[in-house]
C-alpha cells in the first residue's frame, strides 16, 4: 500500500490504476482507525478492484471548543490496518493541501433540511464541513464507490443527499456499525473514556433496542417513551445532547404511521460526547 500527500501524487496513482481498467473505491477517514474502519475498507476491496483510503482531520468539520487539536492522530498504526482490510493507497493529506487559500474564502457545500437538527443542532456548521470534503474528496478520487460507517446516520443521508442533487456518478454504500461485545458502537471518541465511563457507556444502545422493542410491541406514544429513557440514561451519568425517533428516510419526526424508523441518540459522558442510532423497519421481522 502506499501512501501518498498530495492531490497531483493521488490523481497519478488512481489514473494509473484505471488505466489498468480497474474500478476505484473510496474510504474517507479521520485516522485513529478501529475494526470499524477494518469493516468499511473490506467492504469497499470486496466491490473493486482497487481501494483508496484517506486520513484527514478536516479541520472545517469541528466547532470551536470541539476536539479539533486532540483528535488522535495515529498514522503509523492506522497504515496498518488499512493494509490488513485490503487497502492500495492511502492519501494522508495536510491542512494546506486541502485548503491551500485557507479556509475563510472556500466553497462550501450545504445540504438543508437533512443537516438541521440532530446533531446538526448540537454542532452547528458541522456537516456543512463534513459535506466540503466529502465533495472535494470525492472530486479528488473520483471514485466508483465510497463507503461509510452507519454509525453517523445523519451524515450518511447528508453524504447520500449531496452526490444525488449533485450529480456526483458515486455509488454511496452504508456499512453496519460495528460494535463491542457490550453493545457500544466503536468509535474513535471512546478512546476518551476513563474506565467508570466506558462501563456506562453501553446504556446507549441498551436504551435503543429498548425502545425498538417497545415500538416493536406496539407503543406509538414516542414522547412517552423517549421521556422515560431520557430519565434512564441520565440517571446512570448520560448527559442528554438528544434522543430521538425520526422516519429513517427524510429524518423528519416520526409520526405514527411511519414503519421505517431509526432511533438516534447523542449523549456526553464527561467531555466526551457518543452517538449512536438504531433503524427498526416495522415492515421486516426482527
Ligand atoms: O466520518 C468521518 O470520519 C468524517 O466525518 C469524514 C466522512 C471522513 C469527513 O471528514
Do not use: W
Not at 185 to 205: D, F, K, M, T, W
Not at 242 to 265: F, K, S, W
Amino acid at each position: 500500500m502506499n501512501t501518498v500527500k498530495t492531490v497531483l501524487e493521488l490523481r497519478a496513482a488512481v489514473a494509473r490504476a484505471r488505466g489498468e481498467g480497474k474500478r476505484i473505491g473510496f474510504v474517507p477517514t479521520m485516522g485513529n482507525l478501529h475494526s470499524g474502519h477494518a469493516a468499511l475498507v473490506a467492504k469497499a476491496a470486496q466491490r473493486v478492484d482497487f481501494v483508496v483510503a484517506s486520513i484527514f482531520v478536516n479541520p472545517l468539520q469541528f466547532g470551536a471548543g470541539e476536539d479539533l487539536d486532540k483528535y488522535p492522530r495515529t498514522l503509523a498504526a492506522d497504515q496498518e490496518k488499512l493494509l490488513e482490510a485490503g487497502c492500495h493507497l492511502l492519501f494522508a493529506p495536510t491542512v494546506e493541501e486541502m485548503y491551500p487559500d485557507g479556509m475563510a474564502g472556500q466553497t462550501r457545500v450545504s445540504v438543508p433540511q437533512l443537516s438541521e437538527g440532530l446533531c446538526g443542532a448540537s454542532r452547528p456548521g458541522h456537516f456543512e464541513g463534513v459535506a466540503t470534503v466529502v465533495s472535494k474528496l470525492f472530486n479528488m478520487v473520483q471514485p466508483d464507490l465510497a463507503v461509510f460507517g452507519q454509525k453517523d446516520y445523519q451524515q450518511l443521508a447528508v453524504i447520500r443527499a449531496l452526490v444525488h442533487d449533485l450529480n456526483m456518478p458515486i455509488q454511496i454504500i452504508g456499512e453496519p456499525t460495528v460494535r463491542a461485545a457490550d453493545g457500544l458502537a466503536l468509535s474513535s471518541r471512546n478512546g476518551y473514556l476513563n474506565e467508570e465511563q466506558r462501563a456506562i457507556a453501553p446504556a446507549l444502545y441498551r436504551s435503543l433496542s429498548q425502545i425498538a422493542a417497545a415500538i416493536r410491541d406496539g407503543e406509538r406514544d414516542y414522547p412517552k417513551l423517549l421521556a422515560e429513557h431520557q430519565l434512564q440514561l441520565e440517571a446512570v451519568g448520560l448527559r442528554h445532547d438528544y434522543l430521538e425517533i425520526r422516519n429513517a428516510r427524510n429524518l423528519r419526526p416520526a409520526t405514527a404511521d411511519d414503519r421505517d424508523l431509526v432511533i438516534l441518540v447523542a449523549a456526553f459522558l464527561g467531555a466526551t460526547r457518543l452517538i449512536d442510532n438504531l433503524h427498526l423497519n416495522l415492515d421486516t421481522p426482527a
